[in-house]
């Protein structure tokens, strides 16, 4: 998903006799499913939490629009690319609702670009790896789209208000892109002996880097723990790992793919796919900043902000300037 | 000073003949741009007509802490809501 290893603030649940009467006012709306808006009483914790946790969904965003971007002008028809434009345009929006639902929690829209730019907060590491073939839009689109709707869905009913808002606008956009994605697939499935296998290449390529969207197994964390009781995370790492994979073997097996993990079986007991753990030693190379585009990505966001820079001083000093101009008429009429 | 772009509130009327109702925020150098930004932002699938942005600094809000006096009130006024009366069935629909 667009936010992993996410750190709690805190040191885990309190027991209700620990809390302060605020504390537990505040978890009692909680527990109650109200929502909590940003002008209530919320714990630091939470706050926190919920600062690191939307801004690196919302980083995701931003920075999940490179290696779709590099596609835009390769795009085999006009068509498929209007359709890419438009999927990458809906991910820089997604990427400003999130800002905005962070902005409300106290922190501004340049400390968390600055956390990005430094690399002092992250974004998914599905990012990091490159978007080699066309048909790497296809799979980015259902797998990458897909695994991140897997925790998008549930966390509209998050309790912090703005968070929980922003997630019904983008998921609402969310299976058009995965649909496109999938649209893909079929397209090249059905085509040439090497449109398959261009297909197949992507899917071989991009199966556990999505996997691992889910971060590591959470299930004894302490920190996932507290971040369920203030439902800013709804489900385990493993469930929702576990509910993509379901999900995602009988799609495969209608495109005619083979999931590159041999086993990847349906259980009859559980009634759920086995799979294979992705590597998890690389997932933490990744996330360390040696994945292979780790570099790439956070130039081409530097360089952004940076080449902006006149045009977004210059609009604000022309904003100013004629705010000042209207003023003094004002006064030289009255 | 402070080189961020101020922070707008978007407001958007829907298809419907409906109200204003507030959908987001972005930032914008000044409000040309801002209703430029809120179109992209928030109207990509026609769910628009009409767009008001307000500059975030000018919107005066009431504090969670006034809930109470402020909301109080009409709870004890039952007889605001047209359920408080008893009107016979025989005098028909009202
Ligand atoms: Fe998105
Ligand atoms: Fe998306």
């Known amino acids: 998903m667009y936010a992993q290893m996410i750190k709690t603030a805190g040191t885990g649940v309190k027991s209700p006799e620990e809390m302060t009467d605020q504390e537990r006012a505040f978890q009692a709306r909680i527990d109650a499913d109200e929502k909590i808006e940003p002008k209530d009483w919320m714990p630091d914790d939470y706050r926190a939490t919920l ?85 790497d839009m296809g799979a980015v689109g259902w797998l990458v789209d897909g695994a991140a709707i897997m925790n998008q869905v549930p966390l509209q009913r998050t309790s912090f208000g703005p968070y929980s808002r922003a997630m019904v606008r983008i998921c609402k956009e969310e299976s058009f892109h995965q649909r496109q994605g999938y649209d893909i697939m079929m397209k090249m499935c059905q085509g040439t002996e090497e449109q398959k296998q261009m297909a197949q290449d992507a899917m071989n390529r991009t199966w556990f880097p999505a996997l691992m969207m889910f971060g590591p197994s959470d299930k004894d964390s302490v920190h996932s723990t507290q971040s369920m009781a203030w439902k800013i995370k709804i489900n385990t790492n493993d469930e929702l790992r576990q509910k993509f994979v379901d999900q995602t073997v009988p799609q495969a097996e209608y495109l005619g ?40 990505r956070l130039n081409a966001r530097n360089k952004a902000w940076d080449d902006g820079k006149w045009v977004r001083d210059g609009l604000l000093a022309h904003a100013r300037k004629k705010a000042a101009r209207k003023a003094s008429a004002k006064t030289a009429a009255e | 000073m402070k080189n961020e772009w101020p922070l707008w509130e978007v407001f958007i009327r829907g298809q419907h003949g409906m109200s204003h109702r507030h959908v987001g925020s972005l930032h914008a150098p000044d409000a040309e741009m801002a209703i430029k ?58």
């Open chain 1, 51 to 135: 600062i690191r946790q939307i801004g690196q969904h919302a980083h995701s965003e931003i920075v999940g629009q490179l290696p779709e971007g590099n596609w835009i002008t390769r795009a085999p028809t006009l068509e498929r690319k209007a359709i890419l434009l438009a999927k990458v345009q809906d991910e820089a929006g997604h990427g400003l609702y999130l800002y905005c639902a962070a902005e409300t929690l106290g922190i501004s829209r340049d400390e968390l670009t600055e956390d990005l730019l430094s690399g002092k907060m992250k974004y998914s590491s599905i990012f990091n790896y490159p978007t080699l073939n066309w048909a």
């Open chain 1, 257 to 296: 793919l083979t999931i590159p993990d041999e086993n990847v079986k349906l259980n009859k007991k559980t009634g759920h796919y086995d799979y294979s753990e992705p590597d998890w030693s690389e997932f933490f190379e990744v996330i360390k900043g040696n994945g292979p585009c780790n570099t790439e």
């Open chain 2, 37 to 94: 930004n809120a179109r992209d932002v928030y109207t990509r699938r026609n769910e628009g007509v009409s767009i008001w942005v307000v500059e975030a600094a000018h919107i005066a809000a009431s504090s969670p802490s006034d809930k109470g006096p402020l909301y109080e009130p009409s709870n004890s006024k039952v007889y605001r809501h047209p359920t408080f009366f008893d009107i016979p069935e025989d005098v028909g629909a009202m």
